[in-house]
């Protein structure tokens, strides 16, 4: 990381996938310095030069350094240029940054991993991390709900993991049409489905907020504590420093203390319209 | 080989239902099969029973003329599909269709709703039994409804 945390670093983009109809997955190079170590759940903030700069979470696995994965989807003007890079295009970067997923904190529970949409991303470094290091991990149960098959993200890598007997995966879609063989309906309605020992379970929650706050709840009445619920923050971050205030979410700065907290430390602001 | 009576209360929907009122509803109640394709009822058609799935799936859909039709829920073994037969007048407001084997226990909804009027001990019993259903099928549309893996409309 560069020693003046608001400069961003020059670094190339080496590979450039198309995971749906208006998302991509950009790997990066991790700089000058070769490595530049993260822990799942982190992000970085990605500069177009002379455009702008948003956060984007990391969403490769933590165990390789020497290059760097976002997953972005194209909806602004800055993510549409992102997602326009080609290999060799230079993108200014800087981080990474926040407080990741309860890794250790998890160890010796079981795992509920939660994601809505693109809220696979931040969480598929939790997923290498936890297969790379299995036996630290109880059960390990994947969630997962998008708005349709088609818009279901690293689909091949859901089926690798559904394949894995040492991982349960379940996949929902919000609607389909006639030739979806799966589960049709909300992610938080596969939670009251599963047979898991709430006291001995840790849930990591990423996705839309809606959906997050309806997860939660899901969570809540299966009998997940409040501290044992973990939800990725989607805030407007700028300066990923805590300095500007932007992503202030009460007495919080989601991009210092977060982007990953705890339930019991977002509770009573999750379902206010502002603040 | 388990009786209808057994297989009655041991579902979920009915665990836990006291004895002498499980044997009254038993009295409604019977076994049918579906094969895959089959409609277990049609939207607008009246809710004459109720299904209690044993084993298999069922995907809730509503036609679209002109297009397929949109499937927005999948029921799975231990579900109920359907909650019409509960409110007056009594109509599906969509189709319900087997899309694998399913084998599920039928009941009269006249015959229940009569032991319930009769009863409103079992009545409230029932009525408790489907109502966290109703309620979760009404999250579940307000989630999708509200479209929430659309693109944010913040801006970068």
Known sequence: ?275 | MKNIAQIVCEHPFFHGLDGEFCDLVCGCARNVRFNPGDYLFHEGGDADYLYLIRYGQVTLEIAVPGKPSVRFQTLHDGDLVGVSWVLPPYHWAYDARAITLTRAIAMDARCLRKKCDDDPVLGYDVLKRVLPILTSRLHATQMQILDVYGAPEQPE
């Open chain 1, 1 to 275: 990381m560069s020693g003046d945390l608001m400069i961003p670093e020059p670094v190339r983009v080496l590979r450039r996938q198309q995971e749906l109809a208006t998302t991509w997955t950009l790997e990066l190079e991790s700089g000058p310095a070769g490595h530049r170590p993260f822990l799942p759940g982190q992000f970085n903030m990605l500069y177009i030069f002379g455009v702008g700069e948003v956060p984007i979470s990391l969403s490769g696995d933590a165990g390789q350094t020497e290059t760097l994965s976002h997953t972005v989807r194209a909806v602004g003007p800055v993510s549409n240029k992102l997602a326009a890079l080609k290999p060799m295009d230079t993108v200014g970067l800087r981080g990474p940054f926040g407080v990741g997923w309860p890794m250790t904190a998890g160890e010796g529970a079981d795992l509920l991993i939660v994601a809505g949409g693109l809220g696979l991303a931040p969480l598929r470094p939790a997923i290498y991390h936890v297969l790379r290091h299995r036996e630290r991990y109880g059960r390990v149960i994947l969630l997962y709900g998008t708005r349709s098959p088609d818009d279901i993200l690293y689909a091949g890598q859901l089926e690798e993991w559904s394949k894995r007997p040492d991982v349960e995966v379940h996949i929902t879609v919000d609607h389909a049409g006639g030739d979806w063989p799966g589960k049709i309906g909300v992610v938080p309605s596969l939670v009251p489905a599963l047979d898991f020992d709430p006291e001995d379970a840790v849930a990591m929650v990423c996705g839309p907020e809606i959906m997050m706050r309806f997860t939660v709840n899901a969570l809540r009445d299966a009998g997940v504590e409040d501290e044992s619920i973990y939800l990725s923050m989607e805030r407007n971050m700028k300066c990923a420093l805590g300095h500007c205030g932007h992503c202030q979410f009460g007495s919080t700065f989601v991009c210092k203390d977060g982007p990953v907290l705890s339930f019991d430390r977002v509770r009573g602001l999750l379902s206010l319209k502002e603040f």
